[in-house]
């Protein structure tokens, strides 16, 4: 082994004198195994040199967030939707205006001495006529449905190899989400 | 990280006036966010370390201080900050490379970027092997610095940062088998 392969990487660096440097300029023409020690140790400063933009690379990229995306084709899969149905509007169901003779009919008092009747027993979540014929109302037809493959949904990369997925949305008429399903 | 990341611009900083201090955050701001990045800060508190050791630059010049290797001062100072941030630097520093191989050319072919990446990971599993010190000097060796600078950021001799710098070389051309 020369002795002068000690050299060999602050010769790299130009951090050794002008006398040393000659020194290194005239073995390294006249030894071939230094000449490749060299060149390893110059790729190896190239590699690591990219190494560092590589990890600077990497955690840069981990600001985004992985739902960045997913929130962008929703938001997407809305303008669709608002687009394709600009004029549509909902109608509610009419709510029923008590009549004036029912609003007129007294209301009996319950007298001195005698047992007030007894009030009807309501359940806790009975839900009103009004309300309850409203519920009957649901918007059963799907206007969109949208299949998103997994690789479209997150950067390359994140998903781990031999893993893949598709998200269906289902969205009704109203632009309301039906379902969301990821099947394989 | 694209000039657009930086969330203060130097003006807002109150450094304008400082053409100096512009020059060298213009030619500085990129190798110290990339020195600290490698060392094991996030990306937003490599951005704040660099803002912090400009800051005290400006104020350190303003007080008339007198600052001849400005670039190692720089340096040292980030480095310094860092290591008062860095609770927990090694588990930090040992994250597996994921990600991140998006630097390859879009005309890469699979088997490129499979041996890159490959390289890389070698790469990575060999820097974990290296001591503190030798990984600090390649860091700071990347990011410009001559040996006398390494030295006065590390606080070492010139003479070992040259023998420390060889030593951490040799150790990752033998594990990646370069």
Known sequence: ??????????????????????????????????????????????????????????????????????????????????????????????????????????????????AAPRKAVRRRNAVPAVQKRAMKWQPTETAVQIAIPAEEMFPPGAIPEGMNFIAELSIAPDGSVQQVRLRQ | MSDDSVPLSLPLLGLAGSSEVTTLYRELRKPLLRYLVCLGLSSDEAQDVVQDAFLSLQRHLASDGKQENTRGWLFRVAHNQARNRQASYHRRFSEPLDGGMDFLADDATPEQRVLEKEKFRRLAAAMRLLTESERECLLLR?????????????????????????????????????
């Open chain 1, 1 to 114: 082994m020369c002795d002068i392969q000690a050299k060999l990487v602050a010769w790299l660096d130009r951090e050794l004198s002008s006398d040393e440097a000659a020194d290194v300029d005239r073995h390294i023409k006249e030894c071939r195994e230094c000449r490749d020690r060299l060149a390893t140790y110059k790729q190896m400063s190239e590699d690591f040199d990219v190494y560092c933009d590589v990890v600077v690379a990497g955690k840069t990229r981990r600001r985004v967030s992985r739902w960045a995306p997913v929130l962008a084709s929703a938001v997407a899969a809305g303008v669709v939707l608002f687009l394709a149905f600009p004029q549509r509007r909902i109608e509610s169901p009419p709510v029923l205006a008590p009549t004036l003779a029912a609003a007129s009919v007294p209301v009996p008092t319950p007298r001195a001495g005698e």
């Open chain 2, 142 to 178: 990347a990011g410009g610095l001559r040996y006398r600078e390494i030295g006065e950021v590390l606080g070492m001799a010139v003479s070992t940062v040259g023998d420390t710098v060889e030593r951490a070389i040799k150790k990752l051309a033998e594990k990646c088998n370069v």
